[in-house]
């Protein structure tokens, strides 16, 4: 955090955000939404007030994005956001270049209340780190507990900290070539003419999805990604099986250096896999996986990710040239580099709150916007939610996924979205 001439408050972006406004285009408006469906309907007055009060333990939320003129950064508002009935596209884009606006949105609809955010504020992490806090509050003002035994004792400073900066090994510099991707394949179908996002959440028993993983005697991380892999190349043609599959798969880098950032602090692995290896058994699938997942998740492997966040940052030929000068530069290494993807699958893992806040909470969703398609799983208590987002109008690859799972006696309860006159409506479909 820095003070300006004036005495505004303004933030560095962290190393993973600094190109995500370059790739804010389109169908990517760079927004994530989870959501928590509680057992009852929403009090907007008493959600309003806690949210004020989170929102002092979390000050730089209240931030909007400028230009510098090398890097954009956050600057400070002197307000906080208003909680509004969900009434637009899910993850209808939050950042307007040129508009000082808030880069986050609380809404709520009956029992479900909403947290978008631009991604350049927090990864799934920190969102989540910030959403309990909320939740808290507001389930205890409604249900007079004393939120305090919730209490997070991390300072502001370290909730903002940029971990990224914190634990860069100058030694290990990441060079910007050894960017390289795979033609992957790439999905295909119709898409909203609008682009705007089209989302499917279903619900599951986690115990029963984890207890199919230990059958194939693997992890849920992947065995998801396994499942959606078969899914994609059960709809491939000849001629496209023989490009790879490729799925990107963030992982939370806290699990690896300690920290308490409610910023970005995420690496990304990548698993490829080639249809002409699949011989109609999954654990032809799983094998290649789960190999990918134990090399790319060594300690060694992972700090080289963390690093490639800092090079864009560190690197001297870039640092000094003008943002005008590097933006088109910038987002064409992005347009490379989807074509290098066919998905992503996101674990943000298993959701906690507090004993006396749990009864009055049913599940979590997540969901990330995405060009192409993107899948978010969220775990809480005993219902694994996968929520799935992309432009595409209908959902096959996802309704081959959740056939596999019905075939394994796994129970699945599907929604989805339409869109009528550009508002959102959720159908549930069983």
Same mark, same amino acid.
């Given at each position: 955090?820095?003070?300006?001439?004036?005495?505004?408050?303004?933030?560095?972006?962290?190393?993973?955000?600094?190109?995500?406004?370059?790739?804010?285009?389109?169908?990517?408006?760079?927004?994530?939404?989870?959501?928590?469906?509680?057992?009852?309907?929403?009090?907007?007055?008493?959600?309003?007030?806690?949210?004020?009060?989170?929102?002092?333990?979390?000050?730089?939320?209240?931030?909007?994005?400028?230009?510098?003129?090398?890097?954009?950064?956050?600057?400070?508002?002197?307000?906080?956001?208003?909680?509004?009935?969900?009434?637009?596209?899910?993850?209808?884009?939050?950042?307007?270049?040129?508009?000082?606006?808030?880069?986050?949105?609380?809404?709520?609809?009956?029992?479900?209340?909403?947290?978008?955010?631009?991604?350049?504020?927090?990864?799934?992490?920190?969102?989540?780190?910030?959403?309990?806090?909320?939740?808290?509050?507001?389930?205890?003002?409604?249900h007079h507990l004393d939120p305090c035994a919730a209490q997070d004792f991390s300072s502001r400073d370290e909730k903002t900290i940029d971990a990224f900066s914190r634990y860069y090994q100058h030694e290990k510099d990441f060079k910007i070539g050894q960017l390289?991707?795979?033609?992957?394949?790439?999905?295909?179908?119709?898409?909203?003419?609008?682009?705007?996002?089209?989302?499917?959440?279903?619900?599951?028993?986690?115990?029963?999805?984890?207890?199919?993983?230990?059958?194939?005697?693997?992890?849920?991380?992947?065995?998801?990604?396994?499942?959606?892999?078969?899914?994609?190349?059960? &709809?491939?043609?000849?001629?496209?099986?023989?490009?790879?599959?490729?799925? $990107?798969? #963030? !992982?939370? /880098? *806290?699990?690896?250096?300690?920290?308490?950032?409610?910023?970005?602090?995420?690496?990304?692995?990548?698993?490829?896999?080639?249809?002409?290896?699949?011989?109609?058994?999954?654990?032809?699938?799983?094998?290649?996986?789960?190999?990918?997942?134990?090399?790319?998740?060594?300690?060694?492997?992972?700090?080289?990710?963390?690093?490639?966040?800092?090079?864009?940052?560190?690197?001297?030929?870039?640092?000094?040239?003008?943002?005008?000068?590097?933006?088109?530069?910038?987002?064409?290494?992005?347009?490379?580099?989807?074509?290098?993807?066919?998905?992503?699958?996101?674990?943000?893992?298993?959701?906690?709150?507090?004993?006396?806040?749990?009864?009055?909470?049913?599940?979590?969703?997540?969901?990330?916007?995405?060009?192409?398609?993107?899948?978010?799983?969220?775990?809480? &208590?005993?219902?694994?939610?996968?929520?799935?987002?992309?432009?595409?109008? $209908?959902? #096959? !690859?996802? /309704? *081959?996924?959740?056939?596999?799972?019905?075939?394994?006696?796994?129970?699945?309860?599907?929604?989805?979205?339409?869109?009528?006159?550009?508002?959102?409506?959720?159908?549930?479909?069983?």
């Amino acid at each position: 955090m820095n003070t300006g001439r004036k005495g505004n408050k303004w933030y560095k972006l962290d190393n993973a955000a600094i190109i995500i406004p370059c790739s804010a285009h389109g169908a990517e408006t760079r927004v994530f939404r989870i959501a928590c469906e509680l057992n009852e309907d929403v009090d907007p007055a008493i959600l309003q007030t806690a949210l004020d009060e989170t929102l002092k333990e979390f000050p730089y939320l209240n931030s909007c994005l400028r230009k510098g003129l090398f890097w954009y950064y956050l600057d400070a508002l002197p307000f906080g956001a208003k909680v509004e009935e969900d009434a637009e596209p899910v993850m209808f884009p939050i950042y307007i270049p040129g508009r000082r606006n808030l880069l986050y949105r609380v809404t709520y609809y009956k029992r479900r209340i909403n947290l978008e955010m631009f991604h350049v504020l927090a990864d799934g992490t920190g969102a989540i780190i910030f959403l309990r806090r909320l939740l808290t509050n507001y389930l205890s003002a409604v249900h007079h507990l004393d939120p305090c035994a919730a209490q997070d004792f991390s300072s502001r400073d370290e909730k903002t900290i940029d971990a990224f900066s914190r634990y860069y090994q100058h030694e290990k510099d990441f060079k910007i070539g050894q960017l390289k991707s795979v033609n992957a394949y790439q999905l295909h179908g119709e898409r909203d003419m609008n682009q705007l996002s089209h989302v499917v959440e279903a619900v599951l028993s986690a115990k029963q999805f984890v207890d199919a993983a230990h059958k194939y005697g693997t992890t849920v991380g992947v065995f998801a990604t396994s499942l959606y892999i078969a899914a994609v190349i059960d &709809g491939m043609s000849v001629h496209d099986s023989t490009k790879p599959v490729v799925i $990107s798969v #963030p !992982v939370n /880098l *806290r699990q690896f250096f300690p920290s308490d950032t409610t910023r970005n602090f995420f690496g990304v692995i990548t698993i490829i896999y080639y249809a002409k290896d699949y011989d109609g058994d999954l654990q032809s699938i799983i094998k290649i996986v789960k190999d990918q997942f134990s090399e790319q998740l060594q300690h060694e492997n992972i700090s080289n990710t963390m690093n490639s966040f800092s090079a864009l940052v560190h690197n001297m030929a870039i640092k000094f040239i003008p943002l005008v000068l590097k933006e088109p530069g910038l987002t064409y290494f992005i347009y490379l580099q989807r074509k290098g993807v066919t998905a992503s699958m996101s674990n943000m893992e298993r959701i906690t709150m507090p004993d006396e806040i749990t009864p009055y909470i049913d599940h979590f969703a997540a969901f990330m916007s995405a060009p192409g398609m993107q899948v978010t799983m969220a775990t809480f &208590g005993d219902k694994l939610v996968f929520g799935s987002a992309g432009t595409f109008t $209908s959902h #096959p !690859v996802m /309704l *081959r996924f959740y056939r596999r799972l019905t075939e394994m006696g796994i129970d699945v309860e599907i929604a989805t979205n339409d869109y009528n006159n550009h508002t959102a409506d959720i159908k549930e479909a069983r």
